[in-house]
């Protein structure tokens, strides 16, 4: 089974608007950790934003939001008010166990693209 | 500034002619890892460090050698490449709390 699923291989965007890029995951573990990865045209990977497993409180990171859903083991990535730059591949990533276990399992990424 | 490098950003090798490809970081940060991108597989993560000798496997570790002697520093190995290897590898740290910084790619090609 795959540990971490982006089902949406590509959005297309209005300017401004919200998106919303999907996540699953599957861990019997109990301490894990989910990230995003943004991935521009130019090829560096930049990180966004980190949620972990016991975080009372989804993770904000300007205007980048994640919808943590543990019953549903979603981590969906919201970007409030898209812009232009924002057009880039989007990775999801978990890391199963405690900080200091630095074995990362990659989603398949979604593509986005903005459209002014 | 806080940086992970990797050189060469560029390789273009032939079959069985071993390779190394550098990874250094000035973040003094304990872990680091190495990963291949391959078209419609995301990241994949190929040997990772939790500190200065201590390495481990990841999900692709066939065909690839690392070693860690010195902590900022984290060199890939390939002892004789193949054309599946041909791929873009990334180099990564970390201090274990938040997530990796990634460097900016090496673009390898094996005929």
């Known amino acids: 089974a795959q540990k971490i699923t982006q089902t949406q291989p590509g959005m297309f965007v209005q300017e401004k608007e919200a998106v919303t890029l999907d996540c699953t995951y599957d861990t019997s573990d109990p301490s894990y950790g989910l990230f995003w990865y943004k991935q521009p045209s130019s090829g560096e990977m930049i990180f966004l934003i980190y949620q972990g497993s016991y975080d009372q409180q989804n993770a904000t990171e300007g205007r980048y939001s994640l919808n943590f859903q543990k019953a549903r083991k979603s981590a969906n990535l919201v970007i409030s008010a898209s812009q232009l730059g924002d057009s880039a591949m989007y990775f999801c990533a978990m890391r199963e166990g405690d900080f200091g276990n630095e074995k990362l399992t990659f989603g398949t990424g979604t593509r986005l693209t903005i459209i002014p | 500034e806080a940086q992970v490098t990797q050189n060469p950003r560029y390789l273009i090798t032939v079959t069985g002619k071993k390779l190394t490809v550098t990874c250094s970081q000035n973040m003094n940060h304990e872990y680091m890892s190495w990963y291949r991108q391959d078209p419609g597989l995301g990241l994949r993560q190929i040997y990772y460090s939790m500190n200065v000798e201590v390495t481990d496997k990841g999900d692709v570790p066939e065909g690839y050698k690392v070693s860690r002697k010195e902590k900022r520093n984290f060199p890939l190995i390939l002892e004789s490449p193949s054309p599946n290897q041909t791929s873009l590898y990334f180099c990564?740290?970390?201090?274990?709390?938040?997530?990796?910084?990634f460097g900016p790619g090496t673009r390898l090609t094996v005929l």
């Open positions: 990564a740290s970390s201090d274990g709390r938040r997530g990796q910084f």
